[in-house]
């Protein structure tokens, strides 16, 4: 997958997660670039469980590579619906299918207007070509 992969489907944050909704669920992960950034995953670490609140800019887990160690933030604020467990046991699958069957939490959004105050994908690929300089 190329990390300037971008998918017109969702909206992106700075920081390189992902967010696209699914009726009136937010799903979150992150992007193809975090993937290249971060190398080969090693350990998912989702700090969230069902039930629990979250809020935009606030890190839900931790992600870790061979790299290095890097928070995860959450794009919009809510309830957390569901939570990948699949990722602790395959962390790999962050590599493999980064917006697919790597999404991390699923989220019940207290604000719609958060998820379109994200960048849209015609923003984050231009953030991707500063980046890449």
Known sequence: MASD??????????????????NDHV??????????????????NLDVKPGDTIAAGKAFGTI???????????PVSGKIVRVN???E???????????GKAWMIEVAP????????????AAYA???KSAAH
């Open 5 to 22: 992969d971008v998918r017109t489907d969702r909206r992106y944050t700075k920081d390189h997660e992902w967010a696209k909704q699914e």
């Open 27 to 44: 799903f979150v992960g992150i992007t193809a670039f975090a993937v290249d950034q971060l190398g080969d995953i090693t350990l998912v």
């Open 64 to 74: 870790e590579s061979v790299k290095t160690l890097s928070d995860l933030f959450a």
């Open 85 to 87: 467990g699949e990722l």
């Open 89 to 99: 046991s395959r962390p790999e699958l962050v590599n493999d299918d980064c917006y």
């Open 110 to 121: 207290s604000d719609q207007g958060e998820l379109g105050a994200l960048m849209d994908p």
């Open 126 to 128: 231009e953030l991707l």
